[in-house]
């Protein structure tokens, strides 16, 4: 089973940019396209952007088209969201986890934070 450790959530200012990076256990990450996500207070998780197992193609929720781009580095195991211009709206906690019918484990997700 892989394992989904999120990070580089924090304050930003509207404006701003983020990293988030999504660290998986296990070589089989590569097999996977793969996808951020992200849960507002009291919602259910949203998708925000996938990209498939060798970085040929990725799709954007239209909240996060322009904005934000999603990448992968296989080698490392790691998935990438950079997040720039960033709004109020986008202030959630943000996951990643492969795409359906695939779903590992979910992991603990990272804060992203908008406010100035």
């Known amino acids: 089973q892989v394992q989904l450790v999120e990070s580089g959530g924090g304050l930003v200012q509207p404006g701003g940019s983020l990293r988030l990076s999504c660290a998986a256990s296990?070589?089989?990450?590569?097999?996977?396209?793969m996808a951020w996500y992200r849960q507002f207070p009291g919602e259910q998780r949203e998708w925000v952007a996938t990209v498939t197992s060798n970085s040929g193609s990725t799709n954007y929720a239209d909240s996060a088209k322009g904005r934000f781009t999603i990448s992968r580095d296989n080698a490392k195991n790691t998935l990438y969201l950079q997040m720039n211009s960033l709004r109020p709206e986008d202030t959630a906690v943000y996951y990643c986890?492969?795409?359906?019918?695939?779903?590992?484990?979910w992991g603990q997700g990272t804060q992203v934070t908008v406010s100035s």
């Open positions: 296990g070589s089989i990450f590569r097999l996977y396209a």
């Open positions: 986890n492969a795409v359906l019918p695939v779903r590992f484990a």
